[in-house]
């Protein structure tokens, strides 16, 4: 701190006053502790001639005099303190830039890879009409991870879709890209460069009167689809985006879009947002937004305006046969309705666009266990059965390979497993299931479906009355929970029709009782037990 404060000047006197006369070029170096010693950060192995060879005719003049190193030590510290003034500036003006960076996408998240699955996958939301925002995502996720020339890869195209998409805004539109180039730079130490990026956005942001950002709807925009593609937690953020961006151009169709959809994903959450109106004005100034039709759709389904809601998914599918988020919406839509070959054929179609989506394939696997349930109630062939239950398996399996933390998927393949006989898969997967870290509500659902399987397929009543009372002590009050209650009822009074002393039949009476004092024996006998029964009680 001492050469700091007074002067590169001043380390290079008391080195030059300390070095011996009588070394010679190949023998004399600065160990460590002496440079150290004065206080320096750098550390050198050099061999020279000392500043008193001058005062000493023996002495040969050096090819690379003391003087000389004094020289470069000076141009070295100074260059050292301008770089870590240069650094310190840099930082401060990213943290002022609007880039993702500075946005905090990742706060709640669990993990990046969670992050990146949920707005490259599970997220049906592509906005396809704004590629540039998801190469700035993509860039922002390459770069946490270490990549970061596939970051700088991704920001040149988003660049590039910048300029041919908004060439009349492209100076504005491109600020957060220029920002997110600056942050890239940096991490990578390349400061200059940085800098270059920092200087690009100033001078636009100096028409406008400030630094380092202004206040433009366009950058409102940019900053809602972003949070909007992150979804989850960032949705009310975005919300407020594009209600920022609406005051400044209320009849934007751009911005409405965004209103219209972020209120859509926040209406399940209190209060509630009502999106009916966000989204029929979207419609208006923008009848080209298909996935806005199908938002709607099937707002209107829930309030059972089913003929309005399916002419705007028909009219959506025509227009744009091959946007996934408008397919996946409108297979839900369908599902809903309880079309279920219509909803398979549209998420398969979906499919061929996206083959690696481990979502579809879990949704398709749903559909087609749902498939399994309805044919068998109509009392279809076996073959059909088979089919289905084969073509259920496929898609379950791609999604559980893919992703072994998803809920419930090893069980429903356990359940289809069984439901062909093929017990020990069935035993695999359900022990696969239990072995995840489950919520209570899926860990009792789990019991009851492990439950009916040692029931119906195993014969194994003991292991069936075992898994439905660990079932039945995690959540009485629960549907689960009240159909193992009723089993182990029936359980208890079969048994005592054949010994009114059975032990464990009074046993489970007890238990029973300790749960519910006012519990009546269930007036169901031994016959409503029927076979099959854990693939069909979800």
Known sequence: MHYAQHGISSLTRDLAAD???NRSVESYH????????KGTLFFFFIGVNTVKER???????PLF???NLCYVLECSFLFFLHSETTKNSLEHSLQQLKSHFTWNLVEGEHSLDDFEDKVCNQNEFQNSEFKATMCNILAYIKLRRGQHEAALGCLQQAEELIQREHADQAEVRSLVTWGNYAWVYYHLGRFAEAQLYVDKVKQVCQKFSSPYRIESPELDCEEGWTRLKCGGNQNERAKVCFEKALEKNPKNPEFTSGLAIASYQLDNQPPSQNPINPLRQAIRLNPDDQYVKVLLALKLQKMNKN???ERLVEEALEKAPLATDVIRGAAKLYRRKGDLDQAI???????KCMPNNIYLHCHIG??????????????????????????????????????GNFFRISSYLACLHARIGQYEEAE???????????PPVAKQLLHLRYGNFQLYQRKHEDKAIHHFIEGVKINQGSKEGEKMKNKLQRFAKIKLSKNRADPKALHLLAFLQELDEDMQPAEENSENLIPLASLAEE
Request: contains cysteine.
């Open 19 to 21: 070095a011996p006369c």
């Open 30 to 37: 600065w160990t460590t502790s002496e440079v150290q010693g």
């Open 55 to 61: 005062e000493n005719p023996t002495c040969h003049a």
């Open 65 to 67: 005099s003391w003087v």
């Open 307 to 309: 003929d309005e809601g």
């Open 345 to 351: 054929e549209l998420l398969r179609k979906a499919l």
């Open 366 to 403: 749903c559909y087609y266990k749902a498939k399994v349930l309805e044919v068998e109630k109509m009392g279809g062939e076996r073959e059909e059965l088979q089919e289905l239950i084969r073509h259920a398996i496929d898609h379950l399996k791609k999604a559980d390979e893919s992703n």
């Open 428 to 438: 695999c997967y359900f022990q696969k299931e239990f072995s995840k870290e489950l």
